[in-house]
C-alpha cells in the first residue's frame, strides 16, 4: 500500500541528469527543452553548455564550473527536498564523460529517486558537421569512443596504440592538446600516415572549426591553429573520400523483409 502524504509534506520529484547537447540549443531533445521549461532548479556545466539554453526559463540557476562534487550534490539534495523540480544539465550525452557516476552514487546512498535522459553526443555531432558516415560497408563496422591518457589515467590496454589495432573508426574526446601523442600512438598501433583524420573544435557552435589532414600533417597543422580544447579528433578509413561503397539496404539485387530483388 502506497505511503500517503501529509498536508505539509511536499511531491518530491526525480532529480534528472539531463544531457544537453553538443552546443546548439536546437540539438537538445523535445524532452530535454520541456524538463529545463518547467524545472525550479539548473546545475549546469557552465564551461561548456550553451547558455542560450538557460534563456527565459524561470528556474534558479547555478553554473558548476567552480563547484566541487559535494557542493553540487547538496543544491541537488536541497532542492528535491523541497519538492522542486531538479535538472543536472551536463554537455553532450551524460553517459560519455559525464562524470555522473559518483553523483548517482551519491542520489542512491542518499535515497534520493532519480532518472537519465539522454542527449546528442559531441560525436555525432562532429560526424554531422564532417557530413561522414562513421560505419562504411567493407571498410568498418565500429566505432571507438575513447581519450589520451592524461591527467585521467587510461587503462593500457585501452591505449590508443592498443585500440588503433582494430583500424576502426575512432573518436577521441578531450585529447587535442595532446595531438601530437595521439598521432604517434595511433600510428605505433598501426595506422598507415596517409589514414584521414579531422579535427573539429565546437562542433554545432556558430565558431564550429573543422581541420582535416592524415596522421602524416594533422599534429603540425592543430599546433599552428588556436584549438586547444573543446575538439573532437575522428580518425579512420571511414573519413576517405574516395570510397564508393554502398549498403546493401537499398540495393536492388538485395532480398529482405519488405522487399524482393
Known amino acids: ?54 534563456d527565459g526559463i524561470a528556474a534558479v540557476c547555478h553554473d558548476s564550473a567552480a563547484m566541487d562534487l559535494e557542493t553540487i ?4 539534495a536541497q532542492g528535491y527536498r523541497e519538492g522542486l523540480r531538479v535538472v543536472r544539465l551536463h554537455t553532450g550525452d551524460p553517459a560519455i564523460y559525464g562524470a555522473i557516476r559518483e553523483q548517482m552514487q551519491w542520489l542512491d546512498q542518499a535515497q534520493i ?4 535522459v539522454p542527449g546528442v553526443s559531441s ?56 595531438i601530437g601523442r595521439v598521432v604517434d600512438d595511433l600510428l605505433a598501433g598501426g595506422y598507415p600516415a596517409q589514414t584521414p583524420i579531422a579535427v573539429i573544435e565546437r562542433a554545432s557552435w556558430p565558431d564550429e572549426q573543422i581541420v582535416r589532414g592524415t596522421l602524416a600533417d594533422i599534429a603540425d597543422t592543430i599546433r599552428d591553429s588556436k584549438i586547444k580544447k573543446t575538439a573532437m579528433i575522428v580518425v ?15 540495393d536492388a539485387a538485395f532480398s529482405h523483409e519488405f522487399r524482393d530483388a
Open 123 to 178: 560525436a555525432f555531432a562532429a560526424a554531422a558537421a564532417l557530413k561522414k558516415e562513421l560505419t562504411v560497408p567493407e571498410v568498418t563496422q565500429t566505432v571507438i569512443f575513447t581519450r589520451q591518457a592524461g591527467r585521467t589515467p587510461v587503462p593500457e590496454r585501452e591505449s590508443l596504440c592498443n585500440l588503433a589495432r582494430a583500424q576502426a573508426t575512432m573518436c577521441i574526446f578531450l585529447s587535442v592538446s595532446m
Open 73 to 76: 550534490m547538496q543544491v541537488l
Open 1 to 54: 500500500m502506497e505511503r500517503m502524504l501529509t498536508p505539509s509534506e511536499p511531491l518530491r520529484h526525480p532529480v534528472v541528469f539531463l544531457g544537453a547537447g553538443p552546443g546548439d540549443p536546437e540539438l537538445i531533445t523535445l524532452k530535454g527543452r520541456r524538463l529545463l521549461d518547467t524545472a525550479d532548479v539548473v546545475v549546469y556545466a557552465g564551461s561548456l553548455v550553451n547558455a542560450a539554453l538557460l
Open 113 to 116: 529517486p532519480y532518472e537519465v
Open 236 to 250: 579512420g578509413p571511414a573519413l576517405a573520400e574516395d570510397s564508393r561503397i554502398a549498403s546493401k539496404l537499398y
